[in-house]
């Protein structure tokens, strides 16, 4: 099609005219549009077709629920043509090198792999990420069979090969007790280090005979806070012995593995160029906490990386979350930043076609990202509009807004489908 047919095809569905919040030169970017997201979408191919970095949608269900904000009662075949239709225009929008998100629950699990292999093809397919939402307390315990207590994340690339994910961390509470060894003299020669159980040396610095004796005289607790304390102050004495991976290392590496092995009272250390020593004890790789720790918002924390199972977000206490309430269908502005950490980079466009109380939106604004989001629901206009005028004028102090120093700014244009 012609850029002149492009545009009157674009025109011909396009949203009416809009109505701006904060910052006008924002507002161009940033668009809540409230409608059904297929004709929307549709629309959205003739100007935005491979501009988004990221989708994350977080639709119906087909919970068989229904709930004050909508209705989520669907015939199996009739829940698959609607998202199949929706995601074939998703698979336009997104940019070669963006990928998709997909919240599900064990419900339409099946069916959304499915859909995802089909639009996207198999080889695109990333990962099923397991969020877990809940534990299994109160009621819970008392069912009969599996309690469920997770959602996934079903990642799709457009193009496996173009998607270069950012690598991110999350962070650990309190200590790791794999960590549990202490490095007594470390400025000796490593061949005369000497190694003793963490525990027992903290336990000593506390006036303690044994880890025992401190454990019951101070308590479970306090006694493993201040084990925490002291493997983040001395993380670089601290350590773990880890099995190599033989098949994975060098020839060199090999043979001081064989060696260590044949004297495991000595610790032998392999120089390598532009990478840290390969540090052997008895064949065991030596691995230091040290390598483990950051400083996130100015205290030390464990830091790892990030698995295909997220259990560290709060679910809970999220209902006040963006000044809005949504039934248990609101989703943590933690999950969503994670998602677009992991995807996108400031400046990047972020697409939600099913923007419920506004979540996306909210965090891509505090996040420097540019957004589209799309509601057909009432929630439109009670929940993401006022939660998104609180998130521009600086007066949302809820969800990532203390940890991302969110101060207001930006801005967003809304327009009805
Ligand atoms: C699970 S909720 C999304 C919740 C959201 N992630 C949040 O954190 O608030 C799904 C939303 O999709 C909306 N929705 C369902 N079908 C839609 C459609 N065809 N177009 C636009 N929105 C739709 C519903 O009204 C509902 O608000």
Redesign the pocket.
Known sequence: MSARGNRAAAEAVSPLPSCIHGDAAFARENKLIH????P?MRALTHTHAGAFRAIYM????NSGRSFK??RDVWQRADWRS?MRD?MRVMHTLLADDGALFA?IDDTELGTMLELCDTIFGPENRVSIITVVRSAATGHKTINRGPVNVTDFLVLVAKNRSKWKPNAIVRTREGRDPAYSLYLENPTEAPHAWRFSPLAQFVAQGLGKGSAKTAAKDLGRTRFEREMTRFSLDRAAHVARFAQPRFEAVSLEARALIEESRAHPNRTFVLERKGRKPFILRGGNRVLSLADKVRVVNGKKEIVEPVTNVWDDIKFQGIANEGG?T?SR???PERL?ERVLEMTTSAGDLVL?????????AAVAQKMGRRYLG????E?FDS?CVPRMKRVVDGRDFTGISRSRSWQGGGGFAVEKA
């Open positions: 409608g059904d997201n297929l929307v977080d639709p119906p269900f904000e909508y609607m929706r919240e809005v949504f269908n609101k989703k969503v939600d076609p099913f923007l419920g109380s506004g979540t996306t799309i509601e057909s629901g929630a929940m």
